[in-house]
């Protein structure tokens, strides 16, 4: 029984670490949501993807998950017609980022309760060798 608290412990403690880096990625695409390309004609920002996959951790004989990669999300970027930007081209469009601060919200909430998820089975397992220690005494 002490075994399988201990992995499921490890695979939270995983999965609450790729979460927190999915939400670095998040908030570094958030941070750059109105940025804009430094010459003019250039491509702005261009937003983060994070993926994951399952590793075996064979010390432990069980699947942990891992950040695969993070990616560019190769989706157009938005024009936007102002001549007078020092971003703008020839034409007077301003290419501006990939991202949408809605979408990057909602990935953000999603990673939080997924990492929160996490924490309280991390919680519940110690809580539970805690008690089996209590009735060993």
Known sequence: MADDLKTSMFISGAGMRVQGQRMKVI????????????????????RKTVTFKNVL??????????????????????????PG???????????????????????MREATRSFEANLNMVKAARDMISRTIDLLR
Do not use: C, W
């Open 85 to 107: 930007h020092p971003s703008a081209d020839e034409d007077g469009y301003v290419k501006l980022p990939n991202v949408e601060s809605l979408i990057e919200t909602m990935d």
């Open 27 to 46: 908030a570094e695409n958030i941070a750059n949501a109105d940025s804009t390309a430094a010459t003019p004609g250039g491509d702005p920002y261009r």
């Open 57 to 82: 951790d064979r010390e432990m004989d069980t699947d942990l998950v891992r950040v695969d990669k993070v990616g560019q999300d190769m989706s157009d970027f938005e024009l936007k017609y102002d």
